[in-house]
């Protein structure tokens, strides 16, 4: 098992900024002031959870933050990822285009009208992703790549009769 983790020895200027940050309005800055403050006085991260009421491992990461720098971890980051990864390149999102492009009976589906969970699971069982995605990751993935905004289908009755066109006019012979 790790040893518990605390800040390190925190400066009159630290502390002071901490105990200034106590009345923030940022609710962020007061929360990383009570667990840093806290830590200070030698309190365990799963305490200091228990009496915020937020995760060990959040107190953890606010430790480790401010041990490495300082002060500027009163700043809350970005909370977008750090990395993005594409899903689908150009080649797979051509594939994408020509599946969607084809019934989804084809594919064992019930239905004649494609949704972006059913091209999400068919696109993963036929190879063009290495896992599984949702369906606005298809979404975003023709509107990024093949410019193509998805509209939910229209439903058209449709007949196997060769004459149903004829029927269907109203045509007389």
């Not at 940022?26 to 995760?55: H, T, W, Y």
């Not at 699971?121 to 990024?144: D, H, M, W």
């Amino acid at each position: 098992m790790k040893p518990p983790i605390f800040v390190r020895k925190l400066s009159k200027d630290e502390r002071g900024r901490l105990q200034a940050g106590l009345r923030s309005k940022d609710a962020f800055v007061l929360r990383r002031s009570q667990m840093l403050l806290a830590s200070s006085r030698g309190e365990v991260a799963p305490q200091i959870a228990k009496n915020l009421g937020c995760g060990a491992q959040t107190v953890r990461d606010a430790i480790h933050d401010f041990n490495e720098r300082g002060l500027d971890a009163l700043v809350a980051g970005s909370s977008r990822p750090k990395r993005t990864q594409a899903t689908f390149d150009g080649k797979s999102a051509e594939a994408l285009r020509e599946l969607l492009h084809r019934s989804p009976r084809e594919f064992g589906r019930d239905s004649s009208l494609w949704t972006l969970e059913m091209a999400a699971q068919v696109s993963f069982e036929q190879g063009l992703v290495e896992k599984r995605v949702c369906g606005e990751t298809i979404r975003a993935t023709l509107a990024r790549l093949l410019g193509v905004r998805w509209q939910r289908a229209k439903r058209w009755i449709t007949s196997p009769d060769p004459l149903y066109e004829r029927k269907k006019g109203g045509a007389t012979d």
